[in-house]
């Protein structure tokens, strides 16, 4: 490890990055070609093969994480791999009439978004930053102890290498490390559904639309990949109803998504392999403390059925390139409360306000009791029809408003 360096003399780099994941690896994408030396480690080695089938991991990916991979240079290799655009939307609930349907032509966008595959994200931020001299990517290789002092902190790994650092952050996902051994408290809970993914082969083509029916057992979710008859559901369901599921035959749970989704795509004609993910909300009371920092899921855990875990993470991870990247150029300590705090004013209220919204949707169609299913059908119909209030969903949803740090602003003109 080098140990030179103008300022933080003596340390090893910059900031450590623990994880290298969607967040972290982007993170450390934008830390790095600010200039900044980074070490991030993951306990897991990343893949490297592409194999002909989908990725059962995919995420819906918005405008705003568009701009930020654009922004760092590696969008160009997820178009060349496989990116399917979302143009419209259908959202509806199976228990009465209310449905939405979102078109990104109402935004004067050619898309809502796009759905990729996490392992694409991954490598392709892995590449880009196996160019930068100044980062170093340690896998695997695992956190297991953090010692903050005045003038820096030290992060330790399992096989006993000691990292110098002004900054230690954790994008290591749920079960935080970094979170834990910095004693930060997080409020969580788990929702007792787990989410079914798979990719599935329909007879009618999706028309690179997304589709979502809300079922009494939870949302269950067809999103478009780039063959135009193959889908990634991710089934949202009880526990216990979700267990009966993977345990079904191939034939059997073709049959019972067919029987709950219903029609719309036509015939359900194969099923892949199925994982499953068991989930819940979590929020950090705090993403910052002394020289340590939180981003992505990490900080924050929502439901999946909006669509928006990572893309509230690269939201994280750009904004605290911004944060410390300013420190950074002026030759200030990036691991100071005062940079921080910024970083976490910056992030707290958005995250909050998506945790709130998806907490609100996973419990209002989770009730059968009939007045509520009236108001959720009347809600949804009635969004559909209320056009300005719809375009400003939409265009919070899809990355368009709020308060974006400058890396997830659009520079570049056409989609
Ligand atoms: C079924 C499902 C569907 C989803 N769909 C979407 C979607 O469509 N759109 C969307 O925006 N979000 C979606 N999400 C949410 C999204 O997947 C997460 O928000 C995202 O993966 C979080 O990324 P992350 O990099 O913060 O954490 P993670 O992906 O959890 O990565 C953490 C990394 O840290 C490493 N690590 C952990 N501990 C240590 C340690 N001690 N030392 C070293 N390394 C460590 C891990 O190996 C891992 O690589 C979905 C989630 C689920 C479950």
Same mark, same amino acid.
């Given at each position: 490890?080098?140990?030179?360096?103008?300022?933080?003399?003596?340390?090893?780099?910059?900031?450590?990055?623990?994880?290298?994941?969607?967040?972290?690896?982007?993170?450390?994408?934008?830390?790095?070609?600010?200039?900044?030396?980074?070490?991030?480690?993951?306990?897991?080695?990343?893949?490297?093969?592409?194999?002909?089938?989908?990725?059962?991991?995919?995420?819906?990916?918005?405008?705003?994480?568009?701009?930020?991979?654009?922004?760092?240079?590696?969008?160009?290799?997820?178009?060349?791999?496989?990116?399917?655009?979302?143009?419209?939307?259908?959202?509806?609930?199976?228990?009465?009439?209310?449905?939405?349907?979102?078109?990104?032509?109402?935004?004067?966008?050619?898309?809502?978004?796009?759905?990729?595959?996490?392992?694409?994200?991954?490598?392709?931020?892995?590449?880009?930053?196996?160019?930068?001299?100044?980062?170093?990517?340690?896998?695997?290789?695992?956190?297991?102890?953090?010692?903050?002092?005045?003038?820096?902190?030290?992060?330790?790994?399992?096989?006993?290498?000691?990292?110098?650092?002004?900054?230690?952050?954790?994008?290591?996902?749920?079960?935080?490390?970094?979170?834990?051994?910095?004693?930060?408290?997080?409020?969580?809970?788990?929702?007792?559904?787990?989410?079914?993914?798979?990719?599935?082969?329909?007879?009618?083509?999706?028309?690179?639309?997304?589709?979502?029916?809300?079922?009494?057992?939870?949302?269950?979710?067809?999103?478009?990949?780039?063959?135009?008859?193959?889908?990634?559901?991710?089934?949202?369901?009880?526990?216990?109803?979700?267990?009966?599921?993977?345990?079904?035959?191939?034939? #059997?749970? &073709?049959?019972?998504?067919? *029987?709950?989704?219903?029609?719309?795509?036509?015939?359900? %004609?194969? +099923?892949?392999? /199925? @994982?499953?993910?068991?989930?819940?909300?979590?929020?950090?009371?705090?993403?910052?403390?002394?020289?340590?920092?939180?981003?992505?899921?990490?900080?924050?855990?929502?439901?999946?059925?909006?669509?928006?875990?990572?893309?509230?993470?690269?939201?994280?991870?750009?904004?605290?390139?911004?944060?410390?990247?300013?420190?950074?150029?002026?030759?200030?300590?990036?691991?100071?409360?005062?940079?921080?705090?910024?970083?976490?004013?910056?992030?707290?209220?958005?995250?909050?306000?998506?945790?709130?919204?998806?907490?609100?949707?996973?419990?209002?169609?989770?009730?059968?009791?009939?007045?509520?299913? #009236?108001? &959720?059908?009347?809600?949804? *119909?009635?969004?559909?029809?209320?056009?300005?209030?719809? %375009?400003? +969903?939409?265009? /919070? @949803?899809?990355?368009?408003?709020?308060?974006?740090?400058?890396?997830?602003?659009?520079?570049?003109?056409?989609?």
């Amino acid at each position: 490890m080098n140990r030179m360096g103008s300022r933080g003399a003596g340390m090893d780099c910059d900031l450590v990055i623990v994880g290298a994941g969607m967040v972290g690896a982007t993170l450390a994408l934008a830390c790095g070609q600010a200039g900044m030396r980074v070490v991030i480690v993951d306990s897991q080695a990343p893949a490297t093969d592409f194999p002909d089938e989908y990725d059962l991991r995919v995420s819906a990916i918005t405008l705003a994480s568009r701009e930020i991979f654009r922004n760092l240079g590696i969008w160009q290799d997820l178009v060349q791999r496989r990116v399917c655009p979302v143009r419209e939307m259908y959202v509806w609930d199976a228990r009465g009439s209310g449905a939405i349907h979102f078109d990104a032509a109402e935004l004067g966008e050619a898309q809502l978004g796009y759905i990729i595959e996490n392992r694409a994200i991954i490598h392709a931020a892995h590449t880009h930053i196996a160019r930068l001299p100044v980062v170093s990517l340690m896998c695997p290789a695992t956190l297991v102890a953090i010692e903050v002092r005045e003038a820096g902190v030290t992060a330790t790994l399992s096989d006993g290498t000691a990292l110098t650092a002004q900054l230690v952050v954790g994008a290591d996902g749920t079960e935080s490390r970094v979170r834990k051994l910095a004693g930060i408290d997080s409020r969580s809970g788990s929702y007792d559904q787990i989410a079914i993914v798979a990719t599935v082969r329909t007879s009618a083509p999706h028309g690179e639309v997304a589709r979502q029916v809300f079922l009494a057992s939870g949302p269950l979710a067809f999103l478009p990949l780039c063959d135009p008859n193959l889908s990634s559901i991710v089934w949202s369901c009880d526990s216990r109803y979700g267990k009966s599921l993977l345990d079904l035959e191939d034939g #059997a749970f &073709r049959q019972e998504l067919q *029987t709950s989704f219903g029609d719309r795509l036509g015939e359900i %004609r194969a +099923v892949s392999a /199925r @994982a499953a993910f068991p989930l819940g909300f979590a929020h950090a009371r705090h993403y910052v403390d002394a020289r340590v920092a939180l981003v992505g899921d990490a900080a924050h855990r929502v439901h999946p059925l909006a669509g928006q875990g990572v893309n509230l993470g690269l939201l994280d991870a750009a904004t605290l390139a911004e944060v410390i990247g300013n420190a950074f150029r002026l030759g200030r300590d990036i691991g100071t409360s005062g940079v921080l705090r910024r970083f976490e004013r910056w992030r707290k209220g958005d995250n909050l306000m998506m945790l709130a919204v998806t907490d609100i949707f996973k419990r209002a169609f989770g009730m059968d009791y009939w007045p509520i299913r #009236a108001a &959720r059908n009347f809600g949804l *119909t009635a969004a559909d029809v209320l056009v300005p209030v719809k %375009r400003l +969903v939409m265009r /919070r @949803a899809v990355g368009l408003e709020g308060d974006l740090p400058p890396l997830a602003k659009r520079m570049l003109a056409g989609d």
